[in-house]
């Protein structure tokens, strides 16, 4: 149980174009759920948090107008690169709070999306 | 402000000996931390956690230590196995509604179990 499933796993688009990654729940309703983003060898770096139903709280020095990012259901989150250029790509991760983990600290992941902007 | 450090970016082990991967935070406001295992182009997968009220926990071949007055915490995997190797994220998060206990990751650790 606890899946989350991010799509598409790999994607390449052309520089100026917009692309769009989606995270689901498959049997659990997420009413929050994370977005990171990783550099080469270097740390997973939040950038928003999804809450179902309203808008996302973005980390400071990300561009909430280049990644939007909305999470109209219990079970979809998506994020939009939009616009996209060279130095965005990198690999994306989505990850959902477990509702009934009692410690409030479960989390899963999904498995990434490499994006490469040409 | 890197709150959570690793500062090795790799570590090599002997398969059945013991993986000692280390972790350090500034913020003294975690009160809770976390270990996640990583293959490339995959997403994070949870190994073991620990509360700031506790110093250790076990789980099978993986134990974690937490020192608050270092602020330091580790993990140890022992006996480390070849299936072991990837690459070893420690995470922080604090209790706060404020905060939205969001996850604040270190930098990893690469680790190679050599057979």
């Known amino acids: 149980g606890a899946v989350v499933s991010q799509h598409p796993s790999r994607v390449i688009c052309k520089s100026g174009t917009s692309v769009k990654i989606e995270c689901r729940s498959l049997d659990f309703q997420a009413t929050t759920m994370f977005w990171y983003r990783q550099f080469p060898k270097k740390s997973l770096m939040l950038m928003a948090t999804s809450n179902e139903g309203s808008k996302a709280t973005y980390e400071q020095g990300v561009e909430k107008d280049k990644f939007l990012i909305n999470h109209a259901s219990l079970t979809l989150s998506t994020l939009t690169v939009t616009s996209a250029h060279p130095e965005d790509s990198s690999f994306y991760i989505c990850?959902?709070?477990?509702?009934?983990?009692?410690?409030?600290?479960?989390?899963?992941f999904g498995s990434g999306t490499r994006l490469t902007v040409v | 402000d890197q709150q959570v450090k690793q500062n090795s970016p790799s570590l090599s082990v002997q398969e059945g000996r013991i993986s000692i991967l280390n972790c350090d935070y500034t913020?003294?406001?975690?009160?809770?931390f976390l270990w996640y295992k990583k293959y490339p182009a995959e997403g994070p997968t949870f190994l073991i956690s620990i509360s700031s009220i506790k110093d250790k926990n076990e789980d099978g071949r993986f134990t974690v230590f937490l020192n608050k007055s270092a602020k330091h915490l580790s993990l140890h995997i022992v006996p480390s196995q070849p299936g072991d190797s990837a690459v070893y994220f420690c995470a922080a998060t604090l209790g706060n509604m404020e905060y939205g206990n969001k996850l604040v990751f270190g930098a990893g650790t690469i680790l190679r179990v050599k057979s």
């Open positions: 990850s959902a709070r477990l509702p009934w983990d009692k410690t409030n600290y479960g989390y899963t």
């Open positions: 913020n003294s406001m975690f009160d809770y």
